[in-house]
Every structure is written in structure tokens, then in C-alpha cells.
């Protein structure tokens, strides 16, 4: 009854949704737009990313998304045609399946960059860290 389970939970203190002094992040906005500038390469390669980039307003969230997006495309392109020429005219076993891993890693890396975007974080892909090659300013002008 009614009675017994009101003196069962008594002077038990109701749950709080996050400890005291802990800050709430807030997320930046254009989250999804910035997640779709990652995604959106599976079906228009670098003119998804470059569509974002520019309905995005400068400086936004969305903006230095989409410009990290279409900046690791360009750079996964020109490394995939340098790989096919180098398959071309030396042992082509040995880069077909240096090939097939870096597609792995291409595949990988994009649905990472648009998951970590959809959140929120500011995160930097690794292969932009290694290669800098800013087509687009990531910075979000």
C-alpha cells in the first residue's frame, strides 16, 4: 500500500542530475550541420563539405567543421592517387594492400570526424595533424 512505500523511501534525498560545482559544457551550435559536412562525403565527396562550409556562417561551429571535413577529403584523395601511380610502377601487391588499409583508415577516420562533431568536440583529425594542408581555413573564416 501506499503507506508502506512512502516509509520505505522516507529521508532518502532525491537524485540530483550532476554532482554540486560540476560546470554544464554546453554544446556549440550547428552541431548537426557540422555532423552532416562529415557524413555527407559518403554520397558528394568533397561537395558536401564544401556546400557546409558555405551556408555555415564564418567563425561558426558548423564552418571549422566542414572546412576540417573537406581539408581531410582533399588530403585522402591526392594520398589515394599518389598510391594508384606508385601501384602502377612498383610492386603493386605491397600498395594494394597499403591501399586497402588506408581505405580502412579513410573509412574509420570520417565516421570518427562526424560522430566527434555531432557532439560537440573540438576534435582535430590525425591524418590533417600529420599532412597540413589547409584547403579551407579550419580556423572557420
Same mark, same amino acid.
Given at each position: 500500500?501506499?503507506?508502506?512505500l512512502t516509509g520505505a523511501f522516507y529521508g532518502i534525498a532525491p537524485a540530483r542530475?550532476?554532482?554540486? *560545482?560540476?560546470?554544464?559544457?554546453? =554544446?556549440?551550435?550547428?552541431? @548537426?550541420?557540422?555532423?552532416?559536412?562529415? %557524413?555527407? !562525403? %559518403?554520397?558528394?565527396?568533397? %561537395? @558536401?563539405?564544401?556546400?557546409?562550409?558555405? !551556408?555555415?556562417?564564418?567563425?561558426?561551429?558548423?564552418? =571549422?567543421?566542414?572546412?576540417?571535413?573537406?581539408?581531410f577529403q582533399v588530403i585522402s584523395t591526392v594520398l589515394l592517387v599518389l598510391a594508384?601511380?606508385?601501384? @602502377?610502377?612498383?610492386?603493386?601487391?605491397?600498395?594494394?594492400?597499403?591501399?586497402?588499409? *588506408?581505405c580502412v583508415a579513410w573509412l574509420v577516420l570520417t565516421v570518427v570526424g562526424g560522430?566527434?562533431?555531432?557532439?560537440?568536440?573540438?576534435?582535430?583529425?590525425?591524418?590533417? =595533424?600529420?599532412?597540413?594542408?589547409?584547403?579551407?581555413?579550419?580556423?572557420? =573564416?
Open positions: 500500500n501506499r503507506r508502506e542530475p550532476f554532482p554540486p *560545482g560540476l560546470p554544464l559544457t554546453a =554544446r556549440p551550435r550547428g552541431t @548537426g550541420l557540422a555532423a552532416v559536412a562529415h %557524413f555527407s !562525403v %559518403f554520397f558528394t565527396w568533397i %561537395f @558536401g563539405p564544401l556546400l557546409c562550409w558555405a !551556408v555555415a556562417g564564418p567563425g561558426s561551429y558548423a564552418r =571549422r567543421e566542414a572546412a576540417k571535413a573537406f581539408n594508384g601511380v606508385l601501384g @602502377g610502377l612498383v610492386l603493386p601487391t605491397v600498395v594494394d594492400t597499403m591501399l586497402g588499409l *588506408g560522430a566527434r562533431a555531432a557532439s560537440g568536440a573540438n576534435w582535430t583529425n590525425p591524418g590533417s =595533424r600529420v599532412i597540413r594542408w589547409e584547403v579551407l581555413d579550419a580556423s572557420g =573564416r
